[in-house]
């Protein structure tokens, strides 16, 4: 497409967020720039829910594997096995995906540009300038009624724009994408996701072996600065036999963990997934909330275009908090207490085993809300878990 001036809204970042929020807009008559890195793929154990893939339209060639069952796995190597019951967690390839949701935009109508977000200005009228640099290094830029930054944890859009933007909890997650292991159902399964609570692997989050078809993620997170994240998951391969299997790609990145507390800035910036910080705590998850973030912002922007109040803006954030709130804060709950130790690991697993923990852990995961079990449901939930946290249950 040929680039333009002026846009409704330039939306900087170009994964889930941004590029659904670029769909949306473009969908519904406004003119759009979608800027993106170029070869930038996220580190993300890939996982999506049944409700991600219905209220999105993701199309059955883009899930590479179905998910029947969880194994987790405590520090002493002890399992608890969580079959999805009633459901399944769909397995996407983040490479593909992504880019299948840029494409998706396009073909809405969005303008597709490939640079990196340097700066902005504004023009003698007040009038927002986003300015980013090509590939070939030249710096270019156009002006927009509205921004909405999707450039990941601690947006720089964010950043130059937002109070607070820079003051999120990070963990630092690390991936290594590797060719299908040919090995045994005990170390590795192709419907089975494996997760590690084990400080070895992380001190204070969890590993990973997810797989994805033809590929498999394998990764950790964490959020120590010095903890050496690339030779945990060089000892998780060796330790599961996967030392073997060809390495295809390796990333990492930061990812926030608590939701900022302002995602726009009353006039013409908004954040949206990972640059307004709603990643879940204690699971990582990401990508269902990125692409609500991203369909919020498009609803907000719209109105706002078509108001001119700029005080609509704040509306992305209440809508999010009014609807997640709740579960979030439940996850950083649990993720303060499991995490801490080893001790609290091994107890955290046990209680895995537990079949109204599993229950209700995989109704609100695969649909994203709480479980409709009544009081009762949630007091046996809440006593478990007391008497794992306070050590009357044996791990």
């Not at 992380?202 to 050496?228: E, L």
């Not at 726009?264 to 910080?277: E, I, P, Q, S, T």
Request: net charge positive; with cysteine; hydrophobic share 40%.
């Amino acid at each position: 497409m040929v680039m333009q001036e002026t846009y409704d809204s330039i939306v900087v970042g170009g994964g889930p967020a941004g590029a659904t929020a670029a769909q949306m807009m473009a969908n519904a008559g406004r003119q759009v720039l979608l800027l993106d890195r170029a070869g930038r793929i996220k580190p993300c154990g890939g996982a999506i829910p049944p409700r991600l893939i219905r209220d999105y339209a993701i199309p059955h060639h883009l899930i590479v594997a179905r998910i029947d069952a969880a194994r987790i796995v405590s520090p002493t190597g002890r399992l608890a096995h969580m079959p999805v019951q009633g459901s399944y967690v769909g397995m996407v390839d983040r490479q593909n995906f992504d880019e299948y949701l840029r494409v998706r935009a396009a073909d809405a109508g969005a303008t597709r540009a490939t640079g990196s977000y340097t700066r902005s200005t504004r023009d003698e009228d007040g009038t927002l300038r986003v300015h980013y640099e090509l590939k070939d290094g030249r710096e270019v830029s156009a002006r927009t009624k509205l921004a909405i930054g999707a450039d990941g944890a601690l947006s720089k859009l964010g950043r130059d724009h937002i109070r607070g933007a820079d003051k999120t909890k990070l963990v630092f997650a690390y991936h290594e994408i590797i060719e299908r292991p040919v090995v045994t159902a005990e170390t590795y399964a192709a419907d089975r996701c494996d997760v590690y609570y084990n400080s070895v692997y992380s001190p204070d989050f969890y590993a990973w072996i997810f797989p994805h078809g033809k590929t498999a993620s394998i990764g950790t997170g964490s959020a120590h600065k010095g903890f050496a994240l690339r030779e945990a998951v060089t000892k998780l391969r060796m330790d599961a036999g996967l030392n073997g299997s060809k390495t295809l790609r390796k990333e990492g990145a930061p990812i926030p963990l608590k939701p900022l507390k302002r995602w726009d800035n009353g006039r013409d910036v908004l954040l949206a997934g990972d640059a307004a910080g709603v990643v879940a705590p204690a699971s990582g998850e990401g990508i269902y909330y990125a692409m609500l973030g991203g369909e919020l912002a498009a609803d907000t922007a719209l109105e706002f275009l078509r108001t001119g109040d700029a005080s609509v803006l704040a509306k992305a954030r209440k809508r999010f908090m009014r609807s997640h709130g709740l579960i979030f804060r439940i996850l950083a709950i649990m993720q303060h207490f499991w995490y801490g130790n080893d001790a609290r690991r091994e107890r955290f697993v046990s209680m895995c085993r537990d079949k109204d923990v599993q229950r209700l852990t995989w109704a609100a995961y695969t649909e994203k809300k709480l479980h409709n079990a009544g009081t009762m449901g949630y007091a046996r939930i809440f006593v478990k878990d007391m008497a794992h946290l306070l050590g009357m249950v044996a791990p």
